[in-house]
């Protein structure tokens, strides 16, 4: 298979916001065929997929936090019982992201029966953390295509 790249015939209309946008026409020769293909690259569009996909990474972390905050705080409220294994895991595991909040408020309850208010205030930190991230990763990272182009084609007859 051959693959050689072609000036295109006619350029391709480019729609605004996409001014980097690459394209060429490749012609593939096989032993059975001869065919042109055209090639369309937009790195513009690559960088904001990379973008989300690290936006879509720090949700997934900081709503794994939240969760595992949440059933910590239900389990209390319910009573569960601490020798149980999953007991232990969730406590254990959420206690590395809310030792930052220990001590901030007293945590009213009766018996087994506790609701853990600073688990809930680590819950709205960790939001806004998380919505912070992610504003300071668009505002550092993405760049806004300053270049609109607009292309006018006439058919000569």
């Given at each position: 298979m051959t693959v050689s790249n072609i000036p295109p015939a006619d350029p391709i209309p480019t729609p605004p916001g996409s001014a980097d946008r690459q394209s060429y026409v490749e012609e593939v020769r096989t032993p059975t065929e001869v065919y042109q293909r055209q090639v369309v690259s937009n790195p513009s569009a690559d960088r904001l997929q990379t973008l989300a996909r690290a936006?879509?990474?720090?949700?997934l972390f900081f709503v794994f936090v939240e969760a595992l905050i949440g059933l910590r705080i239900v389990l209390k409220l319910i009573g569960a019982g601490t020798e149980a294994f999953f007991t232990q895991l969730v406590y254990g595991t959420s206690q590395?992201?809310?030792?930052?909040?220990?001590?901030?408020t007293t945590n009213p309850g009766t018996g087994t029966y506790v609701l853990e208010i600073s688990s809930i205030i680590a819950m709205l930190v960790y939001l806004l953390v998380a919505w912070g991230i992610t504003r300071l990763v668009w505002a550092v990272f993405h760049r806004n295509s300053s270049t609109a182009e607009t292309v006018y084609r006439q058919n000569r007859l």
């Open positions: 936006n879509q990474i720090i949700w590395v992201f809310l030792w930052p909040f220990s001590g901030i």
